[in-house]
């Protein structure tokens, strides 16, 4: 898929259900695209457009089917929740009726003159009627998203003291990570959400440049967060309460496996392993003893991208997705007692012509297949069906 006129910085799953991806860009906008029913078959569209925003977007997490948090190129970190129009348009589209418990109560929503925050509206019955029509069982053009698919913003969450560079959601949707741009170790903290009443949980300490991405671990109630950095090591945090996490282990540059910038990480489903890819060219898998599982995955290029699928084959092997800053694309069985397996390298026409952004497995596949989405530099996002 396409549409973005920007590098897509990052993409998201519907948290939890994977009805529809997020992704956002330097084109200034997060874009919903969804699979919406053509005749007898499955087509991808984008059918909503719930933020323009005047800054260049950096990161997308969804919480659940109807809420997700974005960060531009500023310290504020925003809160959207979908309005009734989008709701309705999905389920005519996509045919699928979505739990009640999402369903909000504006109708819509529009930016001031002025202003950057999209303000929810309530609206009269004429301009509900005019929503409703637009809300069709095909897809919007490009109008229609443009003026009637923005979504409210609900909440803004401060205390970054620089641009907000990743973001990370857990499971269960209950909490929040968010860290920022960072050249000194006062700087380079993660700090933890409460997402119920958004207030701030904890500040985790422990990089001393920028952190790169986080990662939650798979299960429900995560018990653990994963983060990475450009100062070349990774830190291992274990919650300790309901909501609270403390240091476990942090791997320092030596023991952290990598000599370049670690750029992406990524839990095993079962979460007994984890991996982190580096500019080095190397994926390393680590058990929990932080020791790695296996001899390193030796890449053709910078590693920027990587995700483990939710399913486990077996004889307790995985499938592991990696992106190259070249565009290169790879797929992987990766086992302890084996190691990396190459499944699958993309050809061309497959591939993408810029640095591969992020990579994320689709929570929920189908019996037969999974999906793969990618995002990258060169405008584009691609949803790819692995059997």
């Not at 499955?42 to 969804?62: C, K, L, N, T």
């Not at 045919?95 to 504006?106: R, V």
């Not at 929810?120 to 069982?137: V, Y």
């Not at 282990?249 to 890819?277: L, M, N, Q």
Request: glycine fraction near 6%.
């Amino acid at each position: 898929m396409s549409g973005h006129f920007g590098s897509v910085q990052s993409i998201s799953w519907a948290n939890g259900s994977g009805r529809y991806l997020l992704s956002c860009s330097l084109d200034q906008t997060t874009r919903v695209h969804a699979p919406c029913k053509r005749g007898r078959g499955i087509v991808w569209h984008e059918i909503g457009r719930p933020q323009v925003h005047g800054y260049d977007m950096q990161f997308v997490a969804s919480i659940n089917d109807g809420q997700f948090v974005s960060a531009a190129d500023e310290k504020v970190i925003r809160v959207f929740v979908a309005p009734k129009t989008f709701l309705d348009g999905y389920e005519k589209m996509c045919g699928e009726t979505l739990p009640e418990e999402i369903k909000g109560q504006s109708v819509g929503a529009s930016v001031p003159a002025l202003g950057l925050s999209n303000k929810a509206i309530f609206g009269s019955e004429s301009w509900e009627s005019e929503r409703a029509a637009a809300a069709a069982s095909k897809p919007p053009v490009e109008d229609d998203l443009l003026q009637n698919s923005l979504w409210p913003e609900t909440q803004k969450l401060y205390g970054h003291g620089y641009e907000v560079f990743c973001l990370a959601v857990s499971p269960d949707g209950l909490l929040l990570a968010s860290a920022c741009k960072a050249s000194k170790a006062e700087q380079a903290v993660v700090r933890i959400w409460d997402v119920a009443t958004w207030k701030q949980l904890q500040c985790l300490s422990a990089h001393a440049l920028t952190v790169t991405q986080m990662s939650f671990s798979r299960r429900r109630v995560a018990n653990r967060l994963l983060t990475v950095s450009r100062d070349r090591s990774w830190s291992l945090w274990k919650r300790n309460d309901e909501k609270h996490f403390e240091l476990e282990y942090r791997a320092e540059k030596k023991a952290a496996g990598h000599s370049r910038i670690i750029w992406t990480c990524s839990w095993s489903p079962d979460d007994v392993y984890f991996a982190t890819g580096s500019r080095d060219k190397k994926v390393i898998v680590w058990a929990l003893d932080r020791a790695p599982a296996s001899a390193p995955l030796e890449a053709s290029d910078a590693v920027t991208a990587l995700d483990f699928s939710p399913r486990i084959l077996p004889e307790n092997r995985y499938t592991v997705a990696i992106g190259l800053e070249s565009g290169q694309l790879c797929v992987y069985e990766w086992s302890k007692e084996s190691g990396f397996q190459i499944k699958n390298k993309f050809d061309d026409s497959l591939n993408h012509s810029g640095c591969i952004k992020q990579l994320e497995w689709r929570p929920t596949g189908d019996e037969e297949a999974d999906f793969l989405a990618s995002c990258s530099s060169d405008h584009a996002v691609k949803i790819f069906r692995w059997s």
